[in-house]
């Protein structure tokens, strides 16, 4: 599976930002999609997953209420949607993918996007 992410940007915090993660080679259909970010210096984390399985959605406590991930399958694209963004939430996004069930564990993916950056700075 060739993942590209997208969205990134400057933002203010309190602003809003989606996310896109696009597939190509196959349909997403039958992956499980999360995406993770990493900030500098801190490890990777997990922060939403969207489940092939039975559409269930899993969200980080630090994001639960701000964040909703969501998928388009007809676009083959899979979307988080970012809101009342803080500082905090800077770091480099990527999206991964599995044929398995949501897990925050990144060993669990066998593919990747790019990553894209999003920095929250007033």
């Known amino acids: 599976v060739q993942l590209q992410a997208s969205g990134g940007g400057l933002v203010q915090p309190g602003d809003s930002l989606r996310l896109s993660c696009a597939a190509s080679?196959?349909?997403?259909?039958?992956?499980?999609i999360a995406w993770f970010r990493q900030a500098p210096g801190k490890e990777r984390e997990g922060v939403s997953c969207?489940?092939?399985?039975?559409?269930?959605?899993y969200y980080a406590d630090s994001v639960k209420g701000r964040f909703t991930i969501s998928r388009d399958n007809a676009e083959n694209t899979v979307y988080l949607q970012m809101s009342s963004l803080k500082p905090e939430d800077t770091a480099v996004y990527y999206c991964?993918?599995?044929?398995?069930?949501?897990?925050?564990?990144?060993?669990?993916?066998?593919?990747w996007g790019q990553g894209t950056l999003v920095t929250v700075s007033s």
């Open positions: 991964a993918a599995t044929e398995s069930t949501c897990s925050w564990w990144g060993q669990e993916y066998d593919d």
């Open positions: 080679g196959v349909t997403l259909d039958y992956y499980s």
């Open positions: 969207s489940s092939s399985r039975d559409g269930s959605t």
